[in-house]
């Protein structure tokens, strides 16, 4: 088979085997997935080869399959919406494949052939697209993986891969809605450090933050924050988003120095502010910058960016026994006006002067 070629083989799942729609007014976040799937492989050999769309299922793997044991794996999380008028987007859909390229290449995976990824993408869509809901801010949520399956057990890099395309209808990431969160700045574990794996989507760096988040979590917090691996010090990501502040009127977010996902939310969320003209700075900023200006009045506000989460923003942090409150625990106006701006794009209810959005 070509390298190069865009076919598709679709199979349809019977009448019989289609499932039926969850309620859209109760869909919390990654419980439902559509009737269909997305899959292709690559091999040494072979390259890219069997593209096709099947009906949604498990696979078969031998207990030898090399992401079992050593956890080659990456992944993607992008979003399909549905306009007023019924026109179905994505949103910098060539971006997430570029990244998962990249994310690829950093655990030694094959690079996606990305227009296929995206033609799998559209084909899947267009086959489930009753699934996008219709919903106040319901989403098709969309995660493409690559894993490694080839049966084997010595430590090196497979021979053979899978990528897969599922979605899963969902309304907002946490429960709490687009009310502001409790945060738990980290300081006894560690995401990432220089020259390891921060930043690439990689499920290693997920499963590396589950303990973290599930203290937190016992704790009463909703996430925590990360700082740096080297001196926990700077600021670094929330475990689901990207981190901003506003302090002075100043928009800060860390920079992307390879220890932070380089997020796509993140991205547009600069842009958007650089075109609003006021101050914006991928800078490093400390724990005791924040805590401080936090407590002379200073921070004004903080928030997450990233697909799933979309704007969510922060009422509290603490760090090694202090708590401060943001903005009264309210979300702020650069949150509000970030979260309205992007959604109106991302639905199609504005302007697209930055090109994002793609029609299905
Ligand atoms: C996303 O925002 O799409 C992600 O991949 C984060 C994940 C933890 C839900």
């Not at 549905?82 to 995976?109: H, L, Q, V, W």
């Not at 267009?126 to 493409?144: F, K, M």
């Not at 937190?216 to 996430?223: L, N, P, R, Y």
């Not at 981190?243 to 002075?248: K, Q």
């Amino acid at each position: 088979m070509s390298h190069h070629n865009l076919e598709i083989t679709v199979h349809e799942c019977a009448a019989g085997q289609c499932k039926q729609r969850p309620d859209e007014n109760n869909l919390g976040f990654g419980q439902y997935f559509t009737n269909h799937m997305f899959t292709m492989r690559w091999n040494i050999d072979k390259g890219w080869y069997d593209a096709r769309i099947e009906p949604y299922g498990p696979f078969s793997l031998t207990p030898a399959t090399l992401v079992f044991h050593y956890g080659q794996a990456i992944f993607e999380g992008m979003k399909a919406y549905r306009g007023t008028d019924e026109s179905i987007y994505f949103f910098r859909p060539k971006d997430n494949f570029a990244r998962m390229t990249r994310s690829a290449e950093r655990i030694c995976m094959p690079a996606l052939q990305e227009e296929l990824a995206l033609e799998g993408l559209r084909t899947l869509v267009s086959l489930d697209r009753e699934w996008v809901p219709r919903a106040a801010g319901a989403t098709l949520y969309i995660r493409p993986v690559m894993i490694a399956v080839e049966p084997n057990v010595g430590l090196r890099a497979a021979t053979d891969y899978l990528f897969f395309i599922i979605a899963c209808p969902v309304g907002a990431y946490y429960p709490e809605g687009f009310r502001p969160t409790k945060i738990y700045v980290e300081d006894k574990y560690v995401r990432a450090v220089p020259g390891g794996v921060g930043e690439a989507k990689t499920a290693a760096n997920y499963a590396a933050s589950v303990l973290a988040q599930k203290e937190a979590k016992d704790k009463g917090f909703s996430e925590v924050l990360w700082l740096d691996g080297v001196e926990r010090r700077n600021i670094e990501e929330v475990g689901t988003s990207n981190f901003f502040l506003v302090i002075d009127d100043e928009l800060i977010t860390p920079p992307l120095q390879g220890s932070i996902l380089p997020g796509i939310t993140r991205d547009s969320v600069l842009q958007l502010a650089r075109s609003w003209g006021g101050k914006v700075s991928e800078r490093l900023v400390s724990i005791d910058e924040v805590m401080a200006a936090a407590e002379n009045g200073r921070l004004q506000e903080c928030f997450g960016t990233g697909t799933a989460a979309v704007i969510s923003p922060i009422g509290e942090l603490t760090y090694k026994g202090r708590t401060v409150q943001i903005n009264k625990g309210e979300a702020g106006p650069m949150s509000c006006r970030l979260y309205d701006e992007l959604q109106a794009i991302q639905f199609g209810r504005q302007d697209d002067p930055f090109g994002w959005r793609v029609i299905v």
